[in-house]
């Protein structure tokens, strides 16, 4: 794995965040089952979760800035270098007791994402990437998968779901890939599924209605495994537009063809 003093410095924030945010996984069946539901002691979850990350990161690099899902924009004394913050991402997952959830860490230069870091806590899953260096899953070098057709191809994407994105767009673009691909997925956690994409277990993947947090440490990951990553206007602007598209070269060309033609 990467051993550079920028990834351990992210290592060591999203294990000491993932560590809590485990420990109150492990309280959510439980909660389940009471008439108030889990919905409050999650949101308390995401705020430690994020409060551990800016606490941990302030203290090593102090002049970074930060754009954090829960408080936003806190710029500091040098603001080409942010800090881009999901620390929770998979929040209805982690509601309803489904391990698939992570922390999401991504270091922003210049308005590019240079370095990121993944961790599912549960599953003790951490995806590190530094651009120029690769990208690991624990200590396992990661590739994107090799596969060239659309029909061989798993390929994962973002449902809109209730009062978020536009329905039936996403209708037309379901009818177009379902009958070209092998199979069609959705885990709730963009920040996973684009690491799933570095990693070669889904074959590409495309959303919408996303926020920088939610793909930033991805989009580092995918390109470090040798995969290609664009907005969904094949352009380079995904934090700006909030959409992006990811796989290897032939299938995410392929998966962008059919979008386009919906």
Not at 19 to 33: P, Y
Not at 37 to 56: I, N, Q, W, Y
Not at 183 to 200: E, K, P, Q
Request: proline share 4%; charged share 25%; glycine share 10%.
């Amino acid at each position: 794995m990467i051993r550079s003093p920028l990834i351990t410095v992210m290592v060591q924030a999203v294990r000491k965040a993932g560590r809590a945010l485990a420990r109150d996984f492990g309280e959510v069946e439980q909660l389940q089952v009471s008439m108030k539901g889990p919905g409050d002691f999650v949101s308390a979850a995401d705020r430690k979760s994020e409060e551990t990350l800016h606490a941990e990161l302030s203290r090593v690099r102090p002049t970074y800035s930060f754009l954090m899902e829960e408080s936003g924009a806190v710029e500091g004394s040098d603001p080409s270098n942010v800090w881009v913050v999901d620390p929770l991402d998979g929040t209805t997952n982690f509601l309803h007791g489904i391990p698939i959830f992570s922390i999401s860490l991504a270091l922003v230069r210049n308005g590019v994402p240079v370095a990121g870091v993944i961790f599912n806590p549960v599953m003790d899953e951490l995806y590190v990437a530094e651009t120029g260096q690769g990208a690991y899953l624990n200590d396992r070098r990661l590739r994107v998968a090799g596969r060239k057709k659309l029909a061989d191809s798993v390929v994962c994407c973002g449902l809109p779901h209730l009062g978020r994105g536009d329905h039936a767009k996403f209708n037309r673009e379901l009818e177009k890939v379902q009958s070209q691909v092998s199979g069609l997925r959705r885990t709730g956690s963009a920040a996973i599924d684009l690491a799933w994409v570095a990693s070669g277990r889904f074959d590409a993947f495309w959303e919408r209605d996303l926020s920088p947090w939610d793909m930033a440490a991805g989009i580092v990951m995918v390109r470090e495994a040798g995969g290609i990553v664009t907005d969904l206007s094949d352009g380079d602007k995904m934090l700006d537009k909030g959409s992006v598209i990811a796989g290897n070269e032939i299938i995410r060309s392929d998966l962008m063809r059919l979008l386009k033609s919906a």
